[in-house]
């Protein structure tokens, strides 16, 4: 698969993950089984997942979730699906109008 190359904070939290979940990891067998009510209140089964109805979508920044990228500083939640940038994420514009602003000679 396409990614881009790893941010160094990246690699910090892929430590960091990888410790918390080795020292906790005994804690984790010494706990009783959980039970599927407990399961329900962490996660949703499929046939109940925004997911799985194709509602909801989650992403990381960094390596452009399938192909994802935000778009705009000024518009955390904006998305785009930009296939044609082999993994690449596009230039991050201040906000939607710039292309406008730029086409039209304005400022």
Do not use: C, Q
Not at 61 to 83: K, S, T, V
Not at 84 to 95: A, E, K, V
């Amino acid at each position: 698969p396409r990614t881009i190359p790893l941010r160094p904070r990246d690699r910090l939290y892929a430590v960091v993950t990888l410790v918390l979940a080795v020292l906790l990891l005994p804690a984790a067998f010494l706990r009783s089984r959980g039970s599927a009510a407990l399961a329900r209140v962490l996660v949703h089964p499929p046939a109940e997942s925004s997911h799985v109805k194709g509602i909801a979508l989650d992403v990381r920044p960094h390596e452009g979730a399938h192909d994802l990228y935000r778009m705009y500083d000024n518009e955390w939640w904006h998305f785009e699906h930009r296939p044609d940038r082999g993994g690449r994420p596009p230039r991050r514009r201040p906000h939607p109008g710039v292309h406008h602003v730029i086409e039209n000679g304005s400022s």
